[in-house]
């Protein structure tokens, strides 16, 4: 394994070089899920970096990422595998001419060049350093995806009935991500490390907004990282339905940068509002005497 | 306190990391013996230091949520470090004041008394089992026709007994899962290639694949204000039974309960036995009996819940009186997003049970204007037209 994964902070700095400011308690649970090859489950509210974790994993171990990403009436056949029926259905009229054994036929139909590979056994069969498949809302998946994921989370292999069990060459980094839209199956979560993820304070913020916004002036970027935790916090998040997260704070910036904006006023920022909220009432809410609010100087 | 964390030069960090897992589990966080193993081989990775210990055996031993901060409070009791000077003084003084214990969360004090072993234990509180008297056919009949509000209290277990053996089909949609079978809009090629198999390559019929039935996803939210304080029990025990996982085919159950607030039930929902689950939900409830703001418990639906309402086929069914104290503005607003974003909206309704009831007080009216429809729920006979109802309202989307 790369050097980035020898302790936990190199694995910080590393993700960090990728412009992906990890805490400790997130870098520690990744270093695990690393360490002891077990997959980590990521949960939390839209817009923390759950999926952005698994994309900067992947480039600092110079993995190739594989998104699994999970809809209600999943199956496995959109997971795991699929036979091409139809090419294997002509290569068995073909083959009935040529006067070929029912073994050979046979062989040759399972053969590996039918097999659709979706995602999980992408990952397995991935060469060596592996891959890191990202499982992306498994709660949006219906529970009885998740029994398929058992076999995979727990030994790292899945059982195909024509080919047999197909265990990993290199084992997959994997991460689940999940909004908590419903409580995951205990047996998923036993196989799992878990680590919630909660929105970055301050500071992370700041950082992170001027790695990705280089363009922002610093002056703007500490308004929006402040701005934006001033409304994640009481008592201005009631006012709020759903908190805007870190992609939002970063569209936002880009979006102050491109409207040649140096220093946010309430103007602006009402005007704006769209970029950080994504519904009517919340962009209503966010009014001209509010934001004079949010962005008065903190009381000391 | 002396530490559980002990001196790791002395060896003694495996039998106390053992003993952090038993507190744990008094404390109901899910720790087993693997998990424990694993949770070893994560404190000799991240070394023993106090920060990145509390995150590993975070990452290793919390599943949910809602256990991290029983995590901590316990990490942190039984982590601390020793602090020898104090314990010295102690010693020597022991008039010295000794610090006011830490005050916990009710979970956290329970999982660590057995470790602050000085203190009694509280006696168990005994388990008191009532039996009913059998009930006779005649007594069943009466039963059927009376009001569950005017019921005592032994009559009351009874029917809430006999409401758990009214079964209730839900209705059902075409999922996008399929099975095999000889109808179906897509070819079921695995199946064709097998049979295909069997007769030398030659393709006779095609098995199709057709989509699933699946209950359609239940979203219930129910009163629990002072006036529908007995119906909400009922309601409850019975919704519960009568969708258990055990019959056929599993029902996405998302469970409300509302008052001043919102309070979600569905954790409660996932115990089998019906007591069980109508003890945590009276744990859980705050607000039982209280007043009714059913505007603001809608949006707080919305705002923090808005995805339990899956892709617009969820059957919700609110059980309200709809004696509503709340702004009407609001309550109309959020059950018209209720019902746009939902399959169908029904309104179990007990007050219907007084003949030529009109839905005139501002929130009924609200309730009477969004539904579909409203049901009387008021005895039994009327559960088991509840079924019967639910058939012929919802026709399920496509």
Redesign the interface.
Known sequence: MTTAAGS?DALAQALQAEGYYAD??LA??A???L??Q?P??L?GEPGVGKTALAQALARVLGRALIRLQCY????QREALYE?N??A??LH??A??GQGQSVEAV?RE?YGSRYLIRRPLLQALQAPAPGAVLLIDEVDRA???FEAFLLEYLGEYQVSIPEVGTVRAEATPITLLTS?????LH?AV??R?????LDYPERERELAIVRAQVPQAGDALSAQVAQFVARLRSQPFANAF??APGIAESVEWAKALVALDTLVLDPEVAVDTAGILFKQREDVAALTHELATQLLAPEPV | MTSLLGDARTGKFADNLTGFGRTLRRAGVRVDAARMALAQQAALLVGLERADLAAALEAVLVSREQDRAVFRELFDACFRNPDVAQKLLAQMLPSAPAKAPPRHRPRVSEALAPIYAARNAPPREEQKIDFDAAMTASDAEHLRHADFNQLSASEYRLVERLARDIPLPLPTYAARRTRPGTRGARVHWGGALRRAARTGGELLDLPLLARREQPLPLLVLVDVSGSMERYARLLLAFLHAATAPGQGVAVRRDVFAFGTHLTDLTPAFRHADTDAMLAHAGRAIADFAGGTRMGEALAQLRGQHARRLVGRRTLVLVVSDGLDTGEPAQLERELAWLRRRSARLLWLNPLLRFDGYAPTARGAAALHRQAHAMLAVHNLERLQDLAASLARLVRPPN
């Open positions: 936990i400790r308690r520690t649970a270093f695990l899920a360490k002891l077990r980590l489950l949960e209600d009436g999943m199956e036979w029926y139809a294997q259905l068995m009229r083959a009935e046979e139909v219906d529970e009885p909004n908590r839209t419903r409580e205990d979560k036993r799992c490390l878990y680590h919630w339905q759903r």
